[in-house]
């Protein structure tokens, strides 16, 4: 076709990032502690609830249903997102504080600068998207951290969208909390979970969306002008698991009590044998994630393969996936482009890791630190 | 359909949980009454928020109402699909996300199945992409290639969500009707059904994007000839325009008819894209699998609408739907290959259904292919006195009326139409014929009790 074929919406969105890193890991074969998918199975009850949805009733097979405020770093889908939607998107940094010598840094020193983050609010706001516990940094908001967020909110009259797949993963004793409900904010936030985050079943696609109905509907709109239905014998499972995980909730049999548990042990034993080479963890409080520091590499090494302009914490993972045979994902990707640069010392892990997974990211980690010794 | 419903109530289950959490945690305080003025939706999603399906899906949910209305078999899928999903839900690594634009097995299957029909090799990761559903393939092509201002050729009467999601996408529909020309003396066939070409070619002009085929189509039953094909092809050539070609219904032909595919004619698979469905292909409506195939200057740009709206979909689905191709593709000249098994069984159902409308003194126009009939309803002289007041069109109040006082439900053909059109088609009303055969008995039974009253 001699005319320009595709919409104007897509212009500066075709990018992928996990494509590049996807493929890298495959034909490297490297451990993969980048994408973030548990590598064990979700847990029988879920498997047995799609398992039944699926041999239960043959129906089953059936049909059943301005500018934008985003917190860097974020979940890199939200900005292109934004931008296919005609937005605009206005960047707020989450920034450590100050960390005492030969003390690990946590999620929970990353914070929002309140007089920065009130800057952001004009009267052409239109949303503000909140990821809690956070992808990648891992913090979870706290309460007073969410009451300045709601306050800002309320006093623009914007609409806040709470991604909140990790809310069942918090560690640590912390607390999840939901922002819809804080006084004032049910009627202007779309709360957002996600059954592949909840029971480790990331392939089967159901996520939901919690809100007032004079929101809903319009998100009702876009549904049954997209794709109209979700899978029916997906949702059936989801449904039946929930119910399985009523009849335990709030005790110790609970896979939201287990889950994270099992998980916060996985997170201390990789944070521990991630150090034995020289990464610096940040502590994450909740979520699968957790960023190293890699400014000791920096300084040692800054001259690593790459294009002209490439972040450095980009080329340290190609570097690291061809030479060390692990994945992360360089955390510059969830920051806007301009702060690309600023932000380039930080790779992320997945912890969300089978026993085998941990064992052979071991056996890298030794012969790394091998390497290491003058 | 009630069964399925039943289960669905389950969901309401989860609801009720979510609530427990948020109820111990809301302070109680009243939401506030104060109107917000710029938590407004956006303009993209203006009008388009009623939906034909939503209102008549919830008359005939009724478990009393006989249901011919809602494209949806009620028939058993095969079962050696069913058994692939089965076995495949039990392999952990299938319960995780898989690639994006389409499950490696799959996109294999389906580059396999279509390099036999297309004649030609298909890239299975560049020329194809699997979406949630045909609608999924339908949003994604229209957000990744059409634009606020471009004007869409649409077939009337058409699949209710093509003209909404153009007009969502800031486009503008032109619409141009088939027009009927029934021959005498022969029954009232879908290829009695045509587009006058002159009009159609008054309909092109350089602000002209896409034209949306369906093939067969949806309602009316036709299976575009050769010919026909050749007249739009050859318009979106001179005026260098997109060819979105529906073609979910691809396998659902009966005796006498061919598909045929728009995009293997000369100068047009770099211009189409060609729409399947798993759910029409395997009678699993609820899976939700779709594909588009086409040229990757095409694809890669539904492939981004892709990256920033589903991602992926859902895995164990599509591994057992490519292994269910396989089967089925290593003897597609057999008849007890589904694709071949499928048509037979539901030319039996056409030919039934056909009959039994007929027997209320209805002119049904046989459909060459998909699952629909029509018929024109207003020689029944349904008393629809109580609804006089309602400025809906006839076939809305008729399928109402049917659905009340003779337990059957259809749906209205206006429903397909754009609002200048509404009037041309307002007689007539869809039936949906891929049932079970204790369905089409239920449907036998409410028409001979009709046909006793009115005698």
């Known amino acids: ?374 | 359909m009630f069964l399925a419903q039943r289960r669905l109530c389950s969901l309401e289950s989860r609801a009720k949980f979510l609530k427990t959490i948020y109820s111990s945690k809301i302070l109680g305080l009243p939401t506030s009454a104060k109107m917000s003025l710029k938590i407004t939706n956006a303009k993209r999603i203006e009008g388009l928020d009623s939906n034909v399906w939503i209102e008549f899906t919830k008359l005939a949910a009724d478990p009393s109402v006989v249901n011919l209305g809602q494209g949806l078999p009620d028939i058993s899928p095969p079962v050696y699909v069913k058994e692939e999903l089965s076995k495949i839900a039990a392999i952990d690594s299938l319960n995780q996300y898989t690639r994006g634009f389409g499950h490696p097995s799959l996109v294999k299957a389906l580059s396999c199945l279509y390099e036999k029909i297309y004649q030609k090799q298909i890239n299975p990761n560049k020329e194809i992409l699997v979406t949630v559903g045909a609608y999924g393939s339908l949003f994604n092509t229209i957000q990744g290639l059409i634009d606020e201002g471009d004007e869409v050729i649409v077939i009337v009467p058409f699949y209710d969500c093509y003209e909404s999601m153009v007009r969502m996408a800031g486009a503008t529909p032109v619409f141009i009707p088939l027009r009927p020309k029934p021959v005498d003396g022969k029954k009232w066939s879908s290829s009695d059904w045509t587009l006058d070409p002159q009009e159609l070619a008054s309909k092109f002009n350089s602000k002209t994007k896409a034209i949306i085929l369906n093939t067969p189509h949806n309602p009316i039953g036709k299976v575009y000839t050769k010919e026909e094909l050749q007249v739009i092809a050859d318009l979106c050539i001179k005026y260098d325009t997109l060819c979105i070609s529906d073609e979910v219904y691809e396998w659902l032909v009966y005796t006498g008819n061919k598909h045929v595919k728009i995009a293997t004619f000369p100068g047009m698979w770099e211009r189409t894209i060609t729409i399947g469905s798993a759910g029409k292909t395997f009678s699993v409506t609820g899976w939700k699998l779709g594909w588009s195939i086409g040229p990757n200057h095409l694809i890669k740009h539904l492939q981004t609408v892709q990256q920033n709206t589903v991602y992926t979909c859902a895995t164990p689905l599509q591994e057992a739907l490519a292994q269910a191709f396989w089967i089925d593709i290593k003897r597609m000249d057999d008849p007890e290959c589904y694709f071949n098994s499928l048509p037979k069984e539901l030319e039996v159902k056409r030919d039934r259904m056909i009959h039994l409308l007929e027997s209320l003194g209805l002119k049904p126009i046989v459909p060459d292919g998909g699952y629909f009939i029509i018929a024109d309803v207003s020689s029944l002289d349904a008393d629809l006195s109580d609804m006089k007041d309602s400025n809906e069109p006839y076939d809305y109040k008729f399928v109402k009326w049917m659905t009340k006082n003779k337990k059957l439900s259809a749906i209205p053909v206006s429903a397909f139409c754009n609002t200048e059109t509404k009037l041309q088609f307002e007689k007539f009303v869809r039936f949906c014929f891929i049932k079970k055969d204790s369905t089409l008995d239920a449907a036998e039974e409410i028409i001979k009790g009709w046909n006793r009253q009115k005698s």
């Open chain 1, 1 to 374: 076709m001699a005319k320009r074929v595709q919409a104007r919406r897509l212009d500066g969105i075709d990018h992928d990032p996990w494509v590049e890193f996807v493929k890298m890991a495959s034909e490297f074969d490297a451990v993969n502690l980048g994408q973030g998918f548990p590598d064990f199975p979700p847990p029988d009850f879920a498997v047995e609830a799609f398992q039944h949805a699926l041999s239960s009733d043959f129906m089953l097979n059936q049909y059943t249903r301005a500018f934008v405020i985003i917190i860097e770093p974020f979940f890199d889908c939200y900005e292109p997102m934004t931008l296919m939607a005609g937005g605009h998107p206005v960047f707020v940094t989450l920034k450590p504080g100050p960390t005492r010598d030969g003390e690990l840094d946590s999620s929970s020193n990353w914070q929002l600068d309140p007089t920065e983050l009130a800057s952001k609010f004009t009267s052409h706001t239109k949303a503000l998207i909140l990821n809690t516990p956070n992808n990648p940094v891992g913090k979870v908001f706290s309460k007073a951290e969410l009451e300045l967020v709601a306050s800002l909110c309320q006093q623009h009259d914007v609409i806040c969208i709470a991604d909140e797949v990790y809310q069942w993963l918090v560690y640590d004793g912390y607390q999840h909390v939901s922002i819809a409900s804080l006084p004032g904010m049910w009627e202007r936030t779309l709360t957002i979970g996600s059954a592949g985050k909840t029971f480790s079943a990331t392939g089967w696609k159901v996520g939901w969306v919690l809100g007032p109905d004079s929101l809903m509907k319009h998100l009702r709109t876009v549904h049954q002008n997209s794709i109209y239905h979700c899978p029916t014998q997906g949702q059936v499972a989801v449904a039946q698991s929930f119910e399985h995980e009523q009849l335990h909730f709030g005790q110790p049999s609970s896979y939201f009590a287990q889950f994270p548990q099992a998980m916060q042990r996985t997170r201390d034993q990789m944070i521990c044998s991630l150090q034995s080479v020289g990464l610096k963890p940040v502590v994450p409080q909740g979520s699968y994630f957790f960023m190293t520091d890699i400014s000791d590499f920096k300084s040692k090494m800054p001259d690593l393969p790459g294009d002209v302009d490439e972040p450095y914490d980009r080329r340290f993972i190609k570097w690291m996936i061809k030479t060390k045979g692990l994945v992360a994902i360089p955390v510059s990707t969830f920051y806007s482009v301009p702060h690309r640069k600023i932000f380039d010392h930080y790779v992320r892990f997945c912890f969300v890791k089978d026993e085998s997974t941990l064992q052979a990211m071991d056996e890298k980690l030794q012969k790394w630190k091998k390497e290491l010794r003058p």
